[in-house]
């Protein structure tokens, strides 16, 4: 199958696509803060806390609280009271040296507090509809588990995807991936046997084949 028939079959599989997808906002440094509160915190709970923020808040008035009440504000997300301070510190930056305005390229984003290529990755894509690829763990995992590419690391992952997928998909993957590896692709007790790319997975045979092999012993 051709990574673009691949990516097809996974966005219809799913039930949901992956949640930054649906906190669009026009405040760009809004949006930016709203995806570096989402590592590491469960779908749901992301929901509940940037509701509040979006319907609330702007980032002009965020970022004149202080970091307690920050704190506070994106209570109960993982880690935060790191996070916390990663916005009142990037809040300045942005005021201070690029005159409010969020930047737009990688470069200058993995230099703010908080901001790795995964978040700087998934802002470019949804605040500038920039062809990007955001590989986080999910996209890791099933790329690899797929024999789309052969990495160890994320960042050798994105490197490798760029070259197996079309540029006009790149924004799609993570916006599918994360869902699917969510739903159907779990890092542990992923559902093989009704996975709609169990017949070409690399993973899936491998995990036959051992099994073969162990009711054969």
């Not at 605040?127 to 999910?138: E, P, S």
């Not at 996975?195 to 899936?204: D, E, T, V």
Request: aromatic share 6%.
């Amino acid at each position: 199958m051709k990574p673009s028939e691949i990516l097809k079959v996974m966005e219809e599989s799913i039930k949901r696509r992956a949640y930054i997808d649906r906190t669009r906002t026009k405040d760009k440094l809004l949006l930016l803060i709203l995806i570096l509160i989402s590592a590491r915190t469960k779908d749901e709970l992301l929901e509940k806390v940037s509701n509040k923020i979006i319907k609330s808040i702007s980032s002009k008035k965020l970022c004149e609280l202080t970091e307690e009440e920050i704190s506070r504000i994106i209570y109960p997300v993982g880690f935060y009271k790191t996070k916390a301070k990663h916005i009142k510190e990037l809040c300045r930056i942005i005021k201070e040296e690029y005159k409010g305005r969020v930047p737009d390229s990688i470069e200058e984003l993995v230099k703010l507090p908080g901001v790795g290529r995964k978040t700087a990755n998934l802002f470019l894509a949804t605040a500038f509809n920039k062809k990007t690829i955001c590989v986080d763990v999910h996209v890791h995992r099933i790329s690899n588990r797929l024999g789309l590419v052969k990495t160890k690391t994320p960042a050798e992952t994105e490197k490798a995807l760029e070259r197996v997928f079309d540029r006009k998909d790149w924004p799609k993957i993570n916006e599918v991936f994360v869902p699917f590896g969510k739903e159907i692709c779990k890092p542990i007790n992923p559902k093989c046997d009704t996975c709609p790319l169990r017949h070409i997975c690399k993973f899936n045979k491998s995990r036959n084949k051992k099994k073969s092999l162990k009711e054969t012993a």
